[in-house]
């Protein structure tokens, strides 16, 4: 579809159109070689000394930081005034001291007690006999005299003269034996070698020369005659069909150059028939003879003879006694302050330690060092006016045309569609013989 324009246009080509609209054409230049001038880059004028940072740096004078000096204190005058709500609410009031308290004692009653407690009369005491617990009945008696020193280890455990253990390895004269060595092993005895007969060999046939004398006559001779040569036929085949008359003869090269021969069986050696030695086969090896087997006899149980407890008196010295002997050893007196605690006898005035150490002292507000809400604040009105507000300026955006094309309030007026199938829109207040552009050719028509 055709934008509509906002005037008529009386001479030149129309500007309104899709294409213009979004593709606006530019001046074109051409381009320009990037190759730099052959001439020398020299300046005309002097050398200056002044740098781009000595232009945009531009020192300044600088001022020494403001420092707050806070406030110095000030002792305020006169005493403290320690009087407090607490103090005066809760007086401090002599009260009695305390009293124990202590429990009156109850006595009974002078005379001895005739009666039966409720507690004997319901639980009575029954005769009861000893159960008879099944197992070993415990004879042990606690022993009647005086321990005299001697431990029951050293009376039941007494120390006896023992015999080193016998080793069990066997001597070494009993692997020795003094019959000669015997040689004769299971696999002589069994395994006799038998004379083998030497085998038969073949009568081999001596080489002789033929007694016929040789013609000179091969086989390639015998069957490759030389043929006479004659002028060489066409290739082309003849146009009756290839027959002969001559009977089929079955005879090929191979059948005639390769004659059947009789062929002897192979000599396949026979071997000996196995022969079982006779006799029965001795089973006995060297180990069996060597160390034959002896009856074993039962260990009999040698019990220790009981030699009673010693006669002589028990000697208890030892090195440990004799070295580390016992002394007599005082009450240990640790280092360190006294535990004892002693109160002190003077009466208590009523002010501790702390009080009249730490006397409180009166403390000033902290002040604020938030900047007051008054000192950004004028007599002037607010003026909002800003530099957005002074350059740019709001403009009447006026409404696209085409917009407004199917409407009553167009000032537009549909002409008809070109070669393209465009919608041509033209204004209503064109008057007759005024001419436009047409898209198609680029000619400039008039409208009626």
């Given at each position: 579809?055709?934008?509509?324009?906002?005037?008529?246009?009386?001479d030149?080509?129309?500007?309104l159109?899709?294409y213009?609209?979004?593709y606006?054409?530019?001046?074109?230049?051409?381009?320009?070689?990037?190759?730099?001038?052959?001439?020398?880059?020299?300046?005309?004028?002097p050398?200056s000394?002044?740098t781009?940072n000595?232009?945009?740096?531009?020192?300044h004078?600088?001022?020494?930081?403001h420092?707050?000096?806070p406030?110095?204190y000030?002792q305020?005058?006169?005493s403290?005034?320690?009087t407090?709500?607490?103090?005066?609410?809760?007086?401090q009031k002599?009260?009695?001291r305390a009293?124990?308290?202590?429990r009156?004692?109850?006595?009974?009653a002078?005379?001895?007690f005739q009666g039966?407690p409720?507690?004997?009369h319901?639980y009575?005491?029954w005769?009861?006999?000893k159960?008879d617990r099944?197992g070993?009945?415990?004879?042990w008696?606690?022993?009647r005299?005086?321990f005299g020193g001697?431990p029951t280890y050293?009376?039941?455990?007494?120390p006896?003269?023992?015999?080193?253990?016998?080793?069990f390895?066997p001597n070494?004269a009993?692997?020795?034996?003094?019959?000669?060595?015997e040689?004769?092993t299971?696999?002589?005895?069994?395994?006799?070698p038998?004379?083998?007969?030497?085998r038969?060999?073949?009568?081999?046939?001596g080489w002789?020369?033929?007694?016929?004398p040789?013609?000179?006559?091969?086989t390639f001779?015998?069957d490759y005659t030389a043929?006479g040569t004659?002028?060489?036929?066409p290739m082309?085949p003849d146009a009756r069909?290839?027959a002969s008359?001559?009977?089929?003869?079955?005879d090929t090269t191979?059948?005639?150059d390769y004659?059947?021969?009789?062929?002897?069986?192979?000599?396949?050696?026979?071997s000996d028939?196995y022969v079982p030695?006779e006799?029965t086969?001795d089973?006995t090896?060297?180990?069996?003879?060597?160390y034959?087997a002896h009856?074993?006899?039962?260990?009999?149980y040698s019990?220790?003879?009981?030699?009673?407890l010693p006669?002589?008196?028990?000697?208890?010295?030892?090195d440990?006694?004799?070295?580390?002997?016992?002394?007599?050893m005082?009450?240990r007196v640790r280092?360190?302050p006294n535990?004892?605690?002693?109160?002190?006898p003077?009466?208590f005035e009523?002010?501790?330690?702390?009080?009249?150490h730490?006397?409180?002292?009166p403390?000033?507000l902290?002040?604020s060092?938030k900047?007051?809400?008054g000192a950004?604040?004028g007599?002037?009105?607010?003026?909002?006016?800003?530099l957005?507000?002074?350059?740019?300026?709001?403009?009447?955006?006026?409404?696209?045309?085409?917009?407004?094309?199917e409407?009553n309030?167009?000032?537009f007026?549909?002409?008809?569609?070109?070669?393209?199938?465009h919608?041509?829109?033209?204004p209503?207040?064109?008057?007759?013989?005024t001419t436009?552009?047409d898209?198609?050719?680029?000619?400039?028509v008039?409208?009626?």
């Amino acid at each position: 579809m055709q934008g509509a324009p906002e005037s008529a246009v009386s001479d030149g080509p129309c500007t309104l159109s899709e294409y213009n609209n979004k593709y606006i054409q530019h001046p074109m230049q051409p381009v320009s070689s990037y190759k730099p001038a052959a001439r020398p880059a020299a300046g005309d004028g002097p050398l200056s000394d002044q740098t781009t940072n000595r232009v945009d740096y531009v020192p300044h004078p600088l001022e020494r930081p403001h420092f707050h000096q806070p406030d110095q204190y000030r002792q305020p005058e006169g005493s403290f005034e320690d009087t407090t709500m607490y103090k005066k609410d809760y007086t401090q009031k002599q009260g009695d001291r305390a009293q124990p308290i202590k429990r009156e004692v109850k006595r009974g009653a002078l005379g001895e007690f005739q009666g039966e407690p409720t507690y004997k009369h319901d639980y009575r005491q029954w005769e009861l006999t000893k159960p008879d617990r099944g197992g070993p009945q415990n004879t042990w008696q606690p022993p009647r005299d005086p321990f005299g020193g001697i431990p029951t280890y050293q009376t039941d455990y007494v120390p006896y003269a023992v015999r080193p253990t016998a080793s069990f390895k066997p001597n070494e004269a009993a692997k020795l034996s003094q019959a000669p060595l015997e040689d004769m092993t299971d696999y002589r005895q069994s395994y006799v070698p038998h004379p083998l007969e030497r085998r038969q060999e073949r009568e081999r046939l001596g080489w002789s020369r033929p007694a016929v004398p040789f013609d000179g006559m091969s086989t390639f001779t015998r069957d490759y005659t030389a043929k006479g040569t004659a002028v060489r036929a066409p290739m082309k085949p003849d146009a009756r069909p290839h027959a002969s008359d001559a009977p089929f003869h079955d005879d090929t090269t191979h059948r005639v150059d390769y004659k059947p021969w009789e062929l002897s069986r192979p000599f396949v050696h026979q071997s000996d028939t196995y022969v079982p030695p006779e006799g029965t086969i001795d089973d006995t090896t060297t180990y069996v003879k060597d160390y034959p087997a002896h009856p074993l006899v039962r260990q009999t149980y040698s019990k220790k003879p009981d030699r009673g407890l010693p006669s002589g008196p028990f000697d208890d010295a030892t090195d440990y006694k004799d070295n580390y002997r016992q002394w007599q050893m005082g009450s240990r007196v640790r280092a360190g302050p006294n535990q004892q605690y002693q109160p002190n006898p003077a009466p208590f005035e009523g002010q501790s330690t702390t009080s009249s150490h730490y006397v409180p002292h009166p403390l000033d507000l902290r002040r604020s060092f938030k900047p007051t809400q008054g000192a950004a604040r004028g007599e002037e009105p607010f003026d909002g006016t800003t530099l957005y507000r002074m350059e740019y300026v709001p403009k009447h955006t006026e409404p696209c045309p085409a917009a407004f094309l199917e409407t009553n309030s167009s000032r537009f007026r549909y002409q008809g569609n070109d070669e393209r199938g465009h919608q041509v829109y033209v204004p209503k207040d064109l008057s007759v013989g005024t001419t436009v552009t047409d898209l198609s050719n680029g000619r400039v028509v008039s409208v009626n």
